[in-house]
């Protein structure tokens, strides 16, 4: 993409009361937004026909129609707007819409109660970037062929990523999470969620796993030779878990890189359907565990099953889902869920981890909560294995300025 101009950060008010219109636009304006603004959902259209919002300030209620309505619009632009709910209407109804806001893919980036306070509107909009960057040309999203793909693993470009689990007091690294990503020369950086269902569709499931599963194991006898107690995670799925090469292959694989068991978490993903193989993965996984290797709940909090495999599977770690700590600061009832899952990680006698660490507040709270370890953007993304190398080193240090061994 090349930059070619940068100006202010366009503004959209929609709002059918004309002096809370009035109010916000006037504020936004002296605070250097490019202010535009609606009444109603027919001039919507209009409005979006020129320069598309950066961001919309959206009332629930608009005479006879309501946001939801406007946020399906909002949906199908192709550079889709930061939302922030206006509602006179309770916390709940404000919380419930946020969520949906976030579920639908656009930005939440906050909420104003009705009637407005200048003052918390003007705190509200100061977090705002007051300048939008808009490209010249986007690169286009392509799919590319399963035939690329396929391809792309057997030449080695599908590799694991190390997202660092940090300790959230201290801010130490204790460990990575392996995710596998792809970077083609063929077909450039895909999505995992283009390729592995590519590569699942294509029976290959298995060694996939055992590819990330190799490779990270490799990488972490380098990185304890000088961090002995750190630890590396590795995603699998049921369908690999019940595979019969599959006890044989973790083994192997640790002790061909001369890896204590422990070094290794085995996580699953909690939304994955278990109920037809459930007995076989909790044979394969319990035999793994009785010789040290680790197991995690991925994504807890997500899927109805929880409360079963936490008393059925042999577990030892929660990992609570991204999109409940990553919101947690700001939303009640996602905080809530993060308190709740915390509680049942001690019923349990299981170690739980925050995914979604994305803020200095997010991490604050984690803590006084009494949870110890988590991973997110507040400390790095998904880096490769010389990156990790570096922090473990000391050459290179995590955007949360934490420490490292």
Known sequence: MSLIETFATKLLVIDDDQLQRMIISRVATTMGFDVDEVAYLHEIPAALSGTQPDVVLLDLSLGANDGIEVLHILTSLPEPPAIMVMSGQ????????????????????????????????????AFIPKHASHTQQRRPEVDPKISDVLQAFRVGAIRPAYQPKVLLGPGRVVGVEALARCSSPLIGPISPG?????????????????????????????????????????NVSPIVIVDPRFHDMVLSALAENDLMPGALTLELLETASISGNHMQIACALTRLRIRGVGMAVDDFGTGYSSLASLHTLPFGEMKIDASFVSTCDRDRYAWSIVKASLAMAREFDMSPVAEGVETDSIRTRLVEAGCAVGQGFLYSPAVDAASIASMLSGERALAGEVCVG
Do not use: H
């Open 90 to 125: 309770d916390d709940r109804v404000r919380d419930v819409v946020r969520r949906y806001v976030r579920a639908l893919g656009l930005r939440d980036i906050g909420e104003l109660t009705k009637p407005i306070n200048i003052g918390v509107l003007k705190r509200q909009l």
């Open 194 to 234: 283009i390729f592995c269902p590519m590569l699942d569709a294509a029976g290959l499931s298995f060694e996939l796993t055992e590819s990330i599963l190799r490779a990270a194991c490799f990488d972490a006898a380098i990185w304890r030779r000088t961090s002995p107690d750190f630890s590396v995670s590795v």
